[in-house]
């Protein structure tokens, strides 16, 4: 009981820590995969719930940060590609998934959430098709694992291609499934990698809901579709910026705060991969995962590094 207490108090003080701006994000995701992997996590529960609103909130605190007109262009240039990707990555998930004799609901969550937007996906899925707890709780594991993985290695791997801020928040949004992991690496990368970055994962997780919608129907579910409700508020910041330039300094504040957020969701995020989470991930699922992931991050990357996307 005593360890415990002394584990909650040592938690707080990094949390509080992370809301320092001398401390970046991979600093505070390091500190949160070194203590979840070390010590485990004192709420892993709570700090699940609390992660996902904190990340809500702050991507609906960067929208104050963007202009309407760049954001609109940004997501018509990606609806191409991103409906390609989208459908090639879901394919390819049901191939591996069957390769790999994954559980199909398994597998459907695994796919869906490296094609759109990671967990969110997966929550947003998991209802339709009626997956178990076990069942959502494997592919939350298994994208969780490989976010992480993502946010420690894309940096580096793109200063080492000469990625151009632009190309690395493209690169980001493709290849890296939850926003929080998106939006945590390319702010370590640059503010034009940040803004770029964010703007297109969101445009594809709008996808969410359609895609949702045709798996409904398809599997003649009776399941709700859930409606991505921070992405609507990520627009309306974005309007209310737009058209009020004359409170800038109001929205950089806003804006600030929003990505030293941020830096703290990304130690609650490292926190939660605990030891528990990668026993519970298992080898099948892991596989079908890590392989759909790099297969999808070198085709993305090739397809921006030759220009094909830009």
């Known amino acids: 009981m005593e360890r415990e207490k002394k584990l909650r108090i040592i938690f707080w003080l990094l949390i509080l820590g992370s809301c320092i701006p001398v401390i970046t994000a991979p600093i505070a995701l ?57 459908s090639v990555t879901m394919i390819l998930g049901y191939l591996l998934g069957r390769m790999f004799k994954t559980p199909a609901k398994t597998s459907t969550l695994i796919s869906f959430g490296t094609a759109i937007c990671g967990g969110s996906a997966i929550a947003a899925m998991a209802p339709v098709i009626k997956a178990e707890h076990e069942e959502t709780g494997i592919a939350l594991a298994t994208i969780f694992t490989l976010n992480s993985i993502a946010l420690i290695l894309f940096p580096p791997i793109g200063h080492l291609l000469g990625m151009e801020q632009r190309q690395f928040g493209l690169w980001s949004a493709l290849a890296i499934h939850d926003t929080s992991s998106v939006v945590g690496a390319a702010a370590t990368y640059g503010a034009v990698a940040l803004a770029v970055g964010t703007t297109v994962k969101l445009t594809r997780a709008l996808w969410v809901m359609p895609c949702s919608l045709i798996a409904s129907w398809v599997t003649k579910s009776d399941g709700k579709v859930k409606i991505p409700l921070f992405i609507i508020g990520f627009l309306v910041a974005a309007v209310i910026s737009t058209l009020l330039p004359q409170l800038k300094v109001v929205w950089h504040i806003i804006t600030t705060i929003a990505k030293q957020s941020l830096v703290v969701t990304l130690f609650l995020i490292g926190s939660g991969l605990t030891r528990e989470v990668l026993r519970k991930t298992g080898a099948k699922p892991l596989a079908q995962g890590v392989l759909l992931w790099i297969v999808v991050s070198i085709a993305s990357c090739a397809s921006i590094m030759y220009g094909w996307i830009n």
């Open 30 to 86: 390091a500190g949160g995969v070194t203590f979840g992997i070390v010590a485990g996590n004192p709420w892993e529960k709570t700090v699940s719930t609390w992660t996902r609103r904190l990340l809500q909130l702050s991507v609906v605190g960067l929208g104050f940060g963007m202009n309407l007109s760049e954001v609109l262009k940004t997501g018509k240039d990606a609806l191409l590609y991103t409906v390609i990707s989208i």
